[in-house]
């Protein structure tokens, strides 16, 4: 930012580092002028974050800030983070600032589970104000992005959905790297390489897996019903034949997918051939995660959402009463 220098301090939270109280040193009076932005970020002092003020011309010394800390008792309200202060001010001045959210130069955005990865990217650059284009790129450097070796180079699927915030040091490329290790954390949550190993998946597939889920899936409770189709399926070695898959080789979204959509040519195109398609259709979240690796137990081999307003999905093993299903969400999307 124009004006602004952006420096780098740590606090150790909770912990009372300075024992004594240290000597007056030199202050500024009143409010200061100008702009400058200040990075706090965990690991050490309120005399460090002193001496890094004083660096950036904030305060006139850090023994004032110190002070000001230890006399006020802030030393557990000091927080990581992005602050937006001015040059010349007072050590109280300083930190009132350091200790108001409304100093802190951060936004936040939420990227729900299911968006394929061209719609993340989307979100991201118009939350940001960051260029899709910056987010492309990045996104196209799967190596860059800390990916783990089993998403073999593809970023679909491995973009964790969440809420992340963002400041005025934010790159797409740290941005995607925090959606991937976020991805990561959530992987060794529910046990993914192990589990998907006792399913006779690899961590891909079952990935794979999870993204059908999300994009096929009513509500959470019938997530691991939709996994226990998918297996069903694939244990037969028959075709999965669903409409997510369908839709993301056509690069759209839509309940009505007519006989000739499924017969598209494209290996997502899973009317067309049997198995999991080549990769995840989707990024999903912890609970579809959760229910490929935690399947429901039954028979069922169909399931239709009858009422996608209220989200209810009907599962069964008999054709017949599949057929019925599917004519009453024929009824509600009024192709009948």
């Known amino acids: 930012m124009a004006g602004g220098a952006v420096l780098a301090a740590a606090v150790a939270f909770g912990a009372h580092s300075v024992v004594r109280q240290p000597p007056r040193g030199a202050d500024y009076t009143g409010a200061g002028t100008g702009s400058v932005v200040v990075d706090i970020t965990p690991g050490a002092s309120a005399g460090q974050i002193g001496e890094t003020l004083h660096r950036a011309g904030v305060v006139a010394s850090a023994q004032s800030f110190v002070q000001e800390v230890v006399v006020r008792s802030k030393e557990g309200a000091l927080r990581p983070g992005r602050y937006r202060l001015r040059r010349r001010m007072a050590a109280s001045a300083a930190l009132d600032l350091l200790t108001s959210p409304r100093s802190r130069v951060i936004r936040t955005v939420t990227v729900p589970e299911g968006l394929r990865t061209s719609e993340v990217l989307e979100r991201l650059a118009s939350a940001t104000g ?43 490329r740290s941005l995607l790297r925090r959606m991937v290790a976020r991805f990561r954390l959530a992987a060794d949550k529910v046990g993914l390489e192990r589990r998907a190993g006792g399913l006779r998946l690899s961590p891909r597939d079952a990935v794979t897996v999870a993204s059908i889920v999300q994009a096929e899936g009513g509500t959470e409770a019938d997530y691991p019903k939709v996994a226990r189709v998918v297996y069903n399926r694939l244990a037969r070695g028959a075709k999965l034949e669903m409409d997510s898959t369908v839709n993301y080789a056509l690069r759209r979204h839509t309940l009505k997918v007519s006989e000739q959509d499924t017969k598209i040519d494209s290996p ?44 209810i999905t009907k599962f069964t093993d008999n054709e017949a009463e ?5 004519e009453e969400l024929n009824r509600y999307l009024g192709t009948n």
């Open 268 to 311: 997502y195109n899973t009317y067309a051939r049997a198995g999991l398609p080549p990769g995840p259709i989707g990024n999903p979240g912890e609970s579809a995660l959760l229910a490929t690796l935690h399947p429901a137990s039954g028979d069922w081999y169909w399931f239709v959402t009858t009422d996608p307003r209220r989200k």
């Open 322 to 326: 599949f057929r019925k299903y599917r």
């Open 130 to 172: 960051i260029p899709l284009r910056d987010f492309t790129r990045a996104a196209a450097k799967p190596d860059d992005l800390r990916l783990p070796p089993y998403a073999q180079g593809g970023v679909e699927g491995f973009l964790f959905p969440a809420t992340y915030d963002f400041d005025e040091g934010t790159t797409a």
